[in-house]
């Protein structure tokens, strides 16, 4: 294997190890956040979309040199089968060499989409669940706030008949100020549990979008594994002694 697609393969290596580690379920996206916005990371990020981009062209490149690899090793029936043996089996390990590496190529090529959409959508799943929690805190604030008022607007009213002073009847709140305040009160309780909610369901649909993308890395890391496999035994097939060169 060559310089380039040695690193290639070392590049696809570490994708598939970091795409697992995204995937380890006991790591929440909240630490995962943390490590996202850690210095040393943000320093790296700074050129984020530049490096992302460089990469992507790469990848790109040499998937498109190995296509041509493929093509141009694809010429076994143009051989003559019966003066040229040797020449049959190089040009089979040749194309088994080009498939290969466009095997590479490609998967390097996805996952590393793959790998972006999965830290963006664990950035995303850890900013609503901070924002659930905010919104959450101020739903209990604000209904513990309404309870003590009316818990004191209870004990006013019973030591002020206590007092002998009488209550308007109206509600036991006294006039219309408390009554209206209390309405705000309520309609804020209200407001508060509904963007509860929409954060709760938008919170939901991230959760969702980031079980597929695992699901769908796992799908490509059995496939990367399963294509291996081939490699391998196709390499204790058609191997052949009389061939020793390398890419």
Known sequence: MSLQWTAVAAFLYGEV???LLLCVPFISPTRWNRVFKSRLVKMVMAYGNTYFIVLILILVFLLIDACREVRKYSVTEK??????PVAVEHIHMKLFRAQRNLYIAGFALLLWFLLRRLVT????QASMVASNEAFRKQAEGASDAARK???ENERLQEKL???GIEVPEGGRKGPGLEEENNTKLKAELKKLKEEYEI???ALQTSENDVKAIKKQAENLTKEYDRL???H???QAQGGTPRVKKDD
């Open 228 to 230: 291996l496999e081939e």
């Open 161 to 163: 008949k206590e007092a």
């Open 17 to 19: 190890f970091a795409v």
């Open 121 to 124: 959508l664990l950035s995303q």
């Open 149 to 151: 008022y009316m818990e």
């Open 232 to 234: 391998a035994k196709l």
């Open 199 to 201: 954060t709760k369901k």
């Open 79 to 84: 051989v003559d089968l019966i003066n040229n």
